[in-house]
């Protein structure tokens, strides 16, 4: 009896600690930031990024909107984060139906649907802030 109540034992803590585990692990997948439920991709260099940037800057939508920025990489970068962060864009615009293949940045999660293209990111924001 004393063998099976032992055995019981091992089982239950090697279950508790083979779940956390995956549990730890599958949180290092993710993005390393914070992310609101409003989040804004964009690339360094992208004229379009640069022009919905200076929109951000001039209206100082950062003091009236939380929000997220996640930079996705242009140019063959490795960077993990970096492509961490285009995990996350490809999960949002699968969410929205969009194909992966017709993304491009600046490109907006505003929680449950999705902007691409500096017109239509600028305008969400000008709508937020109003």
């Known amino acids: 009896m004393n063998k099976n109540l032992l055995s019981i034992i091992i089982a239950v803590v090697?279950?508790?600690?083979?779940?956390?585990l995956i549990i730890g692990?599958?949180?290092?997948?993710?993005?390393?930031?914070?992310?609101?439920?409003?989040?804004?991709?964009y690339g360094d260099g992208c004229p379009h990024c640069k022009l919905v940037e200076d929109f951000i800057n001039q209206n100082k939508v950062e003091e009236k909107i939380k929000f997220?920025?996640?930079?996705?990489?242009?140019?063959?970068e490795k960077d993990p984060e970096l492509l961490s962060n285009t995990k996350v864009l490809l999960e949002r615009a699968?969410?929205?139906?969009i194909n992966t293949t017709d993304i491009g940045v600046p490109f907006l999660w505003d929680g449950k649907t999705?902007?691409?293209?500096?017109?239509?990111?600028?305008?969400?924001?000008q709508d937020k802030i109003k």
Do not use: H
């Open 14 to 20: 090697l279950i508790v600690l083979g779940s956390l």
């Open 25 to 41: 692990w599958s949180s290092l997948s993710g993005p390393k930031v914070d992310i609101t439920e409003i989040i804004l991709f």
């Open 68 to 76: 997220t920025r996640l930079r996705i990489p242009l140019n063959n």
């Open 94 to 97: 699968k969410a929205c139906g």
């Open 114 to 125: 999705c902007l691409a293209g500096d017109p239509d990111v600028i305008k969400f924001f």
